[in-house]
Every structure is written in C-alpha cells, then in structure tokens.
C-alpha cells in the first residue's frame, strides 16, 4: 500500500510553499518520500513538495522563499527577514539572488550552522520592523535602503523600483538613507533613489534605465501615452521631444504568457508600424542585450543630439 505524502508541518495559504518539518513528522514516511523523490530539502530537517521546473529565474526565486520559511520555522532567537530575504517576502522584484537568506538580529549566540544563513547583528529599532505574509521583515522602506546599500547600484534599483510601485514612501526612505550618512553604501544607495521611479514596469526596464543614466543620457519619462492612428500605446522609456524611445522585450511577451505567439508578434508589428508612422524611433533591449548595451547607448546618443 502506497504511502500518503506526510502531511506539511507549516501549510500556508499565501503563495508560499508548504514545509514538512523532521521534526514534526513520521521518520519512516519521511524516508520513504525521499527515496522516491517526492520530497526536495530546503535545509536540514525541512523539505517540500518536489515540483517541476518552471525556469531557472522562478526556480531561484522559489527556492529561496522556501529556505526564508525553514528559517522561520526552526531558528530560534528574535529575529526579522531583511535585505534581499524582506524584499523578495514583500514582492519586490529581485535580480542577482545570491542564494542565501538575510536575518537582522541584536545578537546571535553561534554563527556556525547553516552557511546560506545571513546574519546582521545591529539593533533594528520598532520603526523599521513589520509583518508580512505572516513572516517578521524589515520595513519595505527599510529594506529598499538595505538593498539599496548592499547591491550593486543596476541590482539596487531593480528593488528600489518595485518597492516604490508597492507603496513604500520615498520620504521615509530618505529619512532612513539621512540618518545613516556617511555608512556603508549610502551614496549608491542616494544615486539609486534619485534614479527610482515607481513607473518602471518589470526588472528588465529598470536595468536598461540604469545602463542609460549611468551613460550620462537625459533622464526618460516612463511609461509615456502615445496616441497613433490605429490606438493610443504606452512607451516604456521615452524622450518625448525627441521622439526616441526604448522598449524592453522580456521573454514572456513571446512565450505565451500573453496569449498565442503569432497573435503576439503580429499585434507587436502592428503597434511598431503605428508608432514609427507617429515620428518615433523604437529602440529594443532584450534580456540579452543588458550585457552590452554600448552600442545601443550610442545610437540613442546620436538620436537625440540630432533631434
């Protein structure tokens, strides 16, 4: 008689995954389920659900939240999720994962143990300290600054963006980034706020805006209102006197997450021609053009100087 899956010690409801805990459960059908594959570990005595690949980019993401909940399901002392661990437990887009999982704590007895654990000692006073999905974080402003900090500046935006479309309060995030003058990564973390923009629409957009200011370009406007004559369209990035704009390409747009491909690229053609017909010049950036972007910042240079 075949085995049923043990049950998950912390079932959850909020898009995180399910854990099954050693510690909670039958050692026997833990066994068993690992011999057949059923179980993946996260870290010692915590597993989930074996679940197929959904790319690596979703692999890395969904992997991590997972060790954040084994984490907070076995460490013992007070402690709040922060840097990359908060912003990807708050939502906000995260690229450059680097695989281990952020905790701010006032002390910490051992530092041995797991070495994809994190640890900041400092005192996180009760401003900066909230709760989300149910798991103890730093503050969303709090945590694009730490981000912000510790990043590379093109990784700090990607956060910086996707908080403020989350709703975190530039303000307050200045005030944070004020009190912390002359710290460590502060002044990447005040160039990285003057270049946030809550517009920025995928992480994608947010690198090539950071490739084109760090260029010395003019400042785009996101997300500008075309009218054409075949419909009103939305630029990603745009110089709107120049009638220059760049456009991200994500591979998602053509893989069938926004509908059947060539419905997709006909649309997409349709739209280009109405534009160009509009007097603008469309320049894309894919995912593989973020690495060398020379040659793209060149031709948008030569395009507004003639403009």
Known sequence: MQRQLPRP???????????????????????????????????????????????????????ALAHIEAVAAQLRSDFWFSHESAALVWGCSVVGLSGTTHVTQEWCASRRGDRLLVRH?????????????????????????????????????????????????????????????????????????????????????????????DAGLPTPELQLVVPTQVGVFRLDLAWAEARVAVEFDGFVKYSGGLGPAPDVLFAEKRRQDALEAAGWLIIRVTWADLAHLDATIARIRRALAHA
């Open 9 to 63: 010690s912390v079932p959850r409801d909020d898009g995180l995954a399910a854990l099954v805990l050693s510690a909670r459960s039958d050692p026997s059908d833990l066994r068993a389920w690992r011999r057949a594959g059923a179980l993946a570990r996260v870290r010692r005595g915590a597993y989930t659900a074996t679940v197929a690949s959904r790319g690596p980019a979703v692999d890395r993401e969904a992997a």
């Open 121 to 213: 000692t400092i005192k996180l006073p009760p401003e900066d300290r909230a709760v989300t999905r149910g798991l103890r974080v730093t503050t969303l402003e709090r945590t694009a600054v730490d981000c912000a900090a510790s990043m590379p500046g093109r990784n700090g935006l990607v956060v910086m963006d996707s908080a403020l479309r989350l709703g975190a309060q530039r303000d307050l995030i200045a005030s944070i980034l004020a009190a912390r003058a002359g710290g460590r990564g502060v002044r990447t973390a005040r160039r990285v706020l003057a270049w946030a923009d809550r517009g920025a629409e995928s992480p994608g957009e947010s690198l090539t805006r950071w490739a084109l200011l």
